[in-house]
């Protein structure tokens, strides 16, 4: 089992910035993959970025020259750096862990963006 833990998220007006963490718990293996995922009300759960152990990243279009995606393998915790947020980022943001055909989510953490 894996436990995530989310924290950093809240509200921020647009243009603003907000780093989200997660801090993985638990039979972590390396070589695995940790990511954010978000989803907006009314909308399916969308990709934001992903990293591998060994840094390799992943973005999706929409967040590409404004989010970063970093890790701390020491600390099992990745972390989402947000610049540029736009009130469509507004979402709960999910933290993913994933090794071979296991996968865990965290609770979310509320990023809501306003205009």
């Known amino acids: 089992q894996v436990q995530l833990v989310e924290s950093g998220g809240g509200l921020v007006q647009a243009g603003g910035s907000l780093r989200l963490s997660c801090a993985a718990s638990?039979?972590?293996?390396?070589?695995?993959?940790m990511g954010w995922y978000r989803q907006a009300p009314g909308k399916q759960r969308e990709l934001v970025a992903t990293i591998t152990s060994g840094t390799m990243t992943n973005y999706a279009d929409s967040v590409k020259g404004r989010f970063t995606i970093s890790r701390d393998n020491a600390k099992n915790t990745v972390y989402l750096q947000m610049n540029s947020l736009k009130p469509e980022d507004t979402a709960v943001y999910y933290c993913?862990?994933?090794?071979?055909?296991?996968?865990?989510w965290g609770h979310g953490t509320q990023v809501t963006v306003s205009s």
């Open positions: 638990g039979d972590i293996f390396s070589g695995n993959t």
């Open positions: 993913n862990y994933r090794y071979w055909f296991h996968e865990y």
